[in-house]
């Protein structure tokens, strides 16, 4: 039984309870239901995909983003959300790695796709509703292409099932070169039991939701548990902290995920003073260590603040606070998740006791499938059944995980992962320069900033060539805020760029603030 079950269920329990909320109009069950139908009618129809397929989204949330999600379930196809801050390089590697049978572009980014030139050209390119076809004759327009399908189950397919996959998001590596996590439609169906158990979601329960649904975050840890359980969820194209407390006060939400840099911004606004918080029953936060200064101000307001632990190839979740422990475990990223194993190892695999800081190894039928046409990546993070998530733990003595460090040199500046080999890789390609390193800084906004270390050749170089370096090539959010020169990178004995010595060159990141 795939996933797009559930909402034909709730279509027959309640037909005309308001599924989506999006930009001022209520989408019903029955609705969201026919939506899903008519496109995956169209996808195995007019676009021929087929099961194992995969089919792209490049654009804001939307209500259709979603239909996507359960239309591709219903045909076991396979859905590729793209990060729309990518530049058009980014988005055709993607593509062409992924190889998509057809292409779904929201408005304002048709150009990016038009100008991408992935090799699998010959993929349909299909407008979302607001968006306008290029002049190629691969473009469509989806409300040309759906027609009126009568509700009910749509295009049957009953080799669609919880073991076929349904995602793969792509993350970056350290090597610089994304890689797709693969997640099943059994991954996503654990992860949303985890979800309701984080939260005690209830299918009373309103959802917030302005997290990009490119990444699990935003599609995963409620906006589709909710969709399970048929809660409502008010969806945002994308984050605006005007818009979200205008959702607050009008919509009255009962959850909400919101990262440390959209919880700032909203602090940071005149209205966080008045704003009537009492409909939230919690908020939701993870992607990066907490500050706890961050954590008090939310508490401050009435409202727990619980975080999750996990990362794109756990779905995410795979660690989190209940409300109940949000005091209790107060800077901590929770407990195992309801259907997860975690382990702390040293480098040797052996398990470390209480107390002690090893690895995090995650275990669960949540977790990826493995990366994408790399097989080589995939054995080497997942190992016997385990994630080796490369980040660094320990529990307490009364079982919190506490995350110590992240992905060695990983940067997360304002909840996206920034990975200083895709920086490097640009900056290795200027003769003027002789050698570089990337690393974070801390900062007040962003909690982190990329700040490029330059070492010049003899040719001289300014910071602002450096960093119109990175225009075009790679999105704005990962360009360096800063340029430090250096006549040479410190090294350590093997002759490797120091990192922690160039962190301390510029300032090392803060630490995770004690209690």
């Known amino acids: 039984m795939d996933i797009a079950t559930w909402i034909d269920r709730h279509a027959v329990f309640a037909p005309d309870k308001t599924a989506i909320r999006f930009a001022g109009a209520d989408i019903s069950y029955a609705a969201f239901a026919d939506r899903i139908n008519g496109i995956a009618a169209t996808l195995a129809g007019r676009l021929k995909v087929e099961k194992g397929d995969r089919v792209a989204h490049l654009g804001f949330n939307s209500p259709d983003m979603l239909a996507l999600v359960f239309a591709c379930a219903r045909l076991g196809a396979v859905f590729v959300p793209i990060n729309w801050r990518l530049a058009a390089p980014e988005v055709a590697g ?43 004759p691969a473009w469509h ?148 260590i907490i500050p706890l200064r961050l954590i008090r101000s939310i508490h401050e307001r009435g409202v727990p603040l619980i975080q999750v632990y996990g990362s794109t190839e756990t779905c995410p979740i795979a660690a989190y606070l209940t409300i109940a422990d949000a005091e209790t475990g107060i800077g901590s990223g929770g407990k195992p998740a309801l259907n ?20 995090i190894l995650v275990a669960g039928e949540n977790l990826m499938t493995g990366y994408w046409r790399n097989p080589e990546e995939t054995a080497a993070a997942l190992r016997n059944g ?21 992905k060695k040199d990983l940067i997360i500046s304002g909840g996206e992962n920034i990975y200083p080999a895709e920086l490097e890789n640009v900056l290795a390609d200027c003769p003027k ?37 990175f225009e075009g090539r790679l999105a704005r959010f990962k360009h360096p805020r800063d340029v430090v020169f250096v006549e040479a990178l410190p090294r350590n004995a093997m ?21």
């Not at 959209?262 to 918080?277: C, E, F, G, N």
């Not at 385990?386 to 992240?406: A, K, N, P, Y």
């Open 495 to 515: 002759g490797k760029i120091d990192k922690d010595a160039v962190r301390a060159l510029i300032g090392a990141p803060a630490a995770r603030e004690a209690g």
């Open 94 to 136: 993607i593509l062409s790695d992924c190889t998509p049978a057809a292409v779904f572009i929201g408005q304002g980014f048709e150009a990016i796709v038009d100008d991408a030139g992935f090799e699998h050209r010959d993929a349909p390119l299909v407008a979302l509703p607001g968006a306008s076809p290029g002049a190629k």
């Open 141 to 288: 327009r989806l409300d040309d292409l759906i027609g009126s399908p009568a509700s009910g189950q749509g295009p049957a397919n009953d080799r669609a099932g919880p073991d076929d996959p349904i995602l793969i998001v792509y993350t970056s590596g350290t090597t610089g070169t994304p890689k797709g996590a693969v997640l099943t439609q059994r991954a996503l169906a654990v992860n949303a039991d985890n979800s309701i158990h984080m939260h005690g979601l209830v299918t009373d329960d309103v959802i917030l939701s302005t997290l990009p649904m490119f990444h699990v975050g935003g599609l995963n840890i409620q906006t589709l548990p909710a969709l399970h359980l048929g809660a409502t969820v008010v969806l945002h194209d994308k984050f605006d902290p005007e818009s979200a407390f205008d959702a607050i006060e009008r919509d009255r939400p009962s959850l909400a995920v919101l990262v440390p840099a959209q919880l700032d911004a909203l602090i940071a606004s005149p209205r966080w003073a008045d704003v009537d918080l009492s409909c939230l029953r919690t908020i939701s936060t993870g992607s990066t």
């Open 340 to 359: 997860n194993a975690l382990r702390i190892v040293d480098e040797a695999g052996n398990d470390l006791p209480t107390g002690v800081s090893g690895e």
């Open 433 to 469: 320069i002789k050698e570089a390193a990337v690393v974070g800084r801390a900062d007040a906004r962003w909690g982190e900033v990329a700040v490029a270390v330059v070492a010049a050749t003899q040719v001289e170089i300014a910071a602002g060539e450096v960093l119109q370096l």
């Open 386 to 406: 385990w994630f080796h998530s490369g980040d660094i733990g320990h529990f307490d003595e009364r079982g919190f995980l506490f995350v110590d460090d992240r």
